[in-house]
């Protein structure tokens, strides 16, 4: 059972146009990241937030932690065919005496160029 | 530096065989995790390991699987009897703190 849920599940845009990913959860998270994953490699850390109602913009990609840390959203301007990939949200939280880190469902962007 | 390694990036086993995958992290991280992966979907965790202890096995699907890492470093997962559903991408990922995980490249595993 996956405890964030990713939105939309596929995306396929033009090069150029903006978008917003998804991720919400019911649980409250300690801190949230962003991964972005390419066809036949290990997934890669994009950004970490910690605080609620954090932003933190990354060139292009902008982050948010929802003010009560169960969401969060990531908006990207102006998309190009290099961010095509597979993007997943991950969420951390105390479980079992250690800080346990939950991934969400994905989503699949292709930009067309 | 080098980064997480993971082997063999492919294997293909016969249904009922035992397999072993192995993870090679980066020099010095304390933690280890394993996850499982299914094409387009996020990773499900399966198993955590501090140091040589693995901590949280919560996440292994049945007694087939097992993981071990004797010395702290190279961790091994096993899986016993493979079954057509063990068929995924095996992800390692290592961390010298406990949120920022370093993921090797995977082993994508087919059962026929």
């Known amino acids: 059972t996956q405890l964030l849920e990713q939105s939309p599940q596929f995306l396929s845009i033009q090069e150029g146009e903006n978008l917003t990913v998804y991720c919400n959860s019911s649980s409250v998270f300690s801190s949230l990241q962003w991964y972005r994953q390419e066809p036949g490699e290990g997934p890669v850390l994009l950004v970490t937030v910690v605080t609620g109602g954090e932003v933190k913009k990354l060139k292009r990609l902008t982050f948010q932690f929802g003010d009560a840390r169960k969401d969060s959203s990531l908006h990207i301007t102006a998309a190009q065919p290099g961010d095509t990939g597979l993007y997943l949200c991950a969420g951390e939280r105390e479980s079992g005496g250690y800080q346990k880190v939950t991934f969400g469902t994905g989503t699949k962007l292709q930009v067309i160029p | 530096g080098a980064g997480v390694s993971q082997s063999p990036r492919y294997k293909v086993a016969k249904r009922g065989q035992d397999v072993a995958l192995r993870c090679d992290p980066i020099s010095g991280h304390v933690s280890l995790f394993w996850y499982q992966q299914a094409l387009g979907q996020g990773p499900e965790f399966l198993t955590y390991f501090q140091n040589e202890a693995q901590l949280d096995k919560s996440g292994l699907p049945s007694d087939r699987f097992f993981a071990e890492r004797p010395e702290g470093s190279v961790s091994t997962l096993k899986i016993q009897r493979t079954q057509q559903e063990d068929s995924a991408v095996y992800l390692c990922?290592?961390?010298?703190?406990?949120?920022?995980?370093?993921f090797g490249p995977g082993t994508r595993l087919t059962v026929t």
């Open positions: 990922a290592s961390s010298p703190q406990y949120y920022e995980q370093y």
